[in-house]
């Protein structure tokens, strides 16, 4: 069983930066495509960032690409994600989400594990 747990959620002004942080409760994660996903309140859960288990490989969402960074530390079992030039609609809870292969897609289907999530709202 994989436990994901997110931290460094809360509340900034529009043009700051976060950083989120993924905790995985798993003796590896090298083999794991990890995402994270957000939920605007009314909204679906959307596909925000994703990365390979070597960090070669990384997607983002079209709402937060060049914003928006995705890493990996496999040797400190972490998956963060780097947010800048932060904007009132980057308003959501945001979800940390690993796949038990090492291939990911957008889809919420796509992923096995979920963490509970962290909140991030940004003022205007």
């Known amino acids: 069983q994989v436990q994901l747990v997110e931290s460094g959620g809360g509340l900034v002004q529009a043009g700051d930066s976060l950083t989120l942080s993924c905790g995985i409760s798993k003796a590896t994660i090298s083999n794991n495509f990890m995402a994270w996903f957000r939920q605007a309140p009314g909204k679906e859960r959307e596909f925000t960032a994703g990365?390979?288990?070597?960090?070669?490989?990384?997607t983002y969402g079209d709402s937060v690409k060049g914003r928006f960074t995705i890493s990996r530390d496999n040797a400190k079992n972490t998956v963060y994600l780097q947010m800048n030039s932060l904007k009132p609609e980057d308003t959501a809870v945001y979800y940390c989400?690993?796949?038990?292969?090492?291939?990911?897609?957008?889809?919420?289907?796509?992923?096995?594990?979920w963490g509970r999530g962290t909140q991030v709202t940004v003022s205007s």
């Open positions: 990365i390979s288990w070597t960090g070669s490989r990384t």
């Open positions: 989400a690993a796949a038990d292969t090492p291939f990911g897609g957008r889809l919420k289907e796509d992923y096995d594990y």
